[in-house]
C-alpha cells in the first residue's frame, strides 16, 4: 500500500487527511505542523499519523500532500527537500492551494518527484462537518500526468469529482471561487446596508432576502445567468437605474461603486438575453459610467 505524509495540516488537510485514512486506499505516516501541540491535534483528529513538528524526522513517503497556508508553502517545499533521500521520480508532491500552480513544488521537481495541485472548491469552515458532506466536491488538479492520475485516483476514492485546470490561468480561476464565494457574502452585507437605510432592521431584512437570493441561485444554474436576470437593467428601465444610483451616491459612494461595477455585468447579460430595448440599455450604459453625459 502507498503512503502518505502532510505538511502543514490546516482545515483542508485534516478534511482530505482523514477521508484518505478511512478509505483504506492509502497509509499515513507522518503529520507535521508547525507545533506538536497542532501536530498531536491533527493526527487525533485524523485518527492516525505521527506527530511532528519539524522536518528533521520526516520519514520517506510516495505522498507528500503540502497542506499549509498559500504564503508557506514554498517554506515548506524547502523544508521537505532539505530533508536528503525523501524525494525521487517515485515519490509525488501536491498542494492544494487554489491561487497557486504547481510550480511552486519546482524545488521537489528539480530532484526528480512528481508534482500537482488539488483544490476542493469547498468551504472548509469545520473540518467535522466537511469530512461528512465531502463527497460530491469538485475538485481542480493540474501537474505531472503520472502525479495527476494517483491524486485523481484518490480523491476519487474520497468522493471527489476531478476537473482539469489550465496552470497558466490559475489565479484567474481561484478569483472566479472568491468572486461566487466570499464576494456573494460582501454583497450580500451591501445589500443589507441598503435595506437598514431604508427603515428595515437587519434581522428581518436577512428573513426578506433569503427567498429572494435562494430563487436567484435556483434560477442561475437552472436556466443560466442571462435568463436569470430579473430587475430594472434586465427590462431596460433606465429612469430606475438613474434614481437608484443617486440615492446610493447620496447616501454610501463604495455602496454606489459596487452597483456601477456589477451593472455594467449585469447591462451585458440584458444584452444577451436581448429582451431589453437598446435605447434603455444604451441610457443605462451612460449612467453607470461616471463623466459621460446623462450619468450622474
Same mark, same amino acid.
Given at each position: ?8 495540516? $490546516? *482545515?483542508? @488537510?485534516?478534511?482530505?487527511?482523514? #477521508?484518505?485514512? =478511512?478509505?483504506? %486506499? ?129 480523491? $476519487? *476514492?474520497? @468522493?471527489?469529482?476531478?476537473?482539469? #485546470?489550465?496552470? =497558466?490561468?490559475? %489565479? ?125
Amino acid at each position: 500500500m502507498k503512503t502518505f505524509s502532510i505538511i502543514g495540516c $490546516g *482545515a483542508v @488537510g485534516k478534511t482530505v487527511g482523514r #477521508l484518505l485514512h =478511512r478509505s483504506g %486506499t492509502i497509509e499515513l505516516r507522518d503529520v507535521l505542523t508547525r507545533s506538536i501541540a497542532s501536530a498531536q491535534a491533527a493526527a487525533g483528529f485524523i485518527g492516525a499519523g505521527r506527530p511532528l513538528a519539524g522536518f528533521g524526522e520526516l520519514q520517506r513517503a510516495d505522498l507528500y500532500l503540502v497542506a499549509s497556508s498559500d504564503d508557506a508553502i514554498a517554506a515548506c517545499v524547502e523544508g521537505l527537500v532539505g530533508r536528503a533521500g525523501l524525494l525521487d521520480r517515485n515519490t509525488t508532491v501536491c498542494h492544494f492551494s487554489g491561487a497557486l500552480g504547481s510550480e511552486v513544488l519546482s524545488p521537489a521537481a528539480a530532484l526528480g518527484a512528481q508534482v500537482a495541485s488539488v483544490h476542493p472548491v469547498k468551504s472548509f469552515a469545520d473540518p467535522a462537518v466537511c469530512v461528512g458532506d465531502f463527497a460530491g466536491t469538485w475538485c481542480g488538479i493540474e501537474g505531472d500526468p503520472q502525479a495527476r492520475e494517483l491524486l485523481g485516483e484518490l480523491f $476519487g *476514492a474520497i @468522493g471527489g469529482k476531478i476537473f482539469t #485546470l489550465d496552470p =497558466r490561468f490559475k %489565479t484567474l480561476y481561484h478569483t472566479g471561487s472568491v468572486l461566487v464565494c466570499n464576494y456573494l457574502t460582501a454583497l450580500m452585507e451591501a445589500g443589507l446596508r441598503a435595506y437598514q437605510k431604508g427603515g428595515v432592521p437587519r434581522e428581518t431584512a436577512l428573513q426578506v432576502m433569503e427567498p429572494l437570493v435562494r430563487g436567484t441561485v435556483d434560477n442561475v444554474f437552472r436556466v443560466g445567468t442571462a435568463q436569470a436576470l430579473t430587475g430594472p437593467i434586465a427590462r431596460g428601465d433606465a429612469g430606475v437605474v438613474a434614481r437608484q444610483l443617486e440615492a446610493l451616491d447620496d447616501f454610501d459612494e463604495e455602496l454606489a461603486r459596487i452597483y456601477r461595477a456589477l451593472g455594467g455585468v449585469a447591462l451585458k447579460l440584458s444584452r444577451e438575453r436581448g429582451q431589453a430595448q437598446e435605447p434603455g440599455l444604451a441610457a443605462i450604459e451612460r449612467l453607470l459610467t461616471p463623466g459621460t453625459p446623462g450619468a450622474p
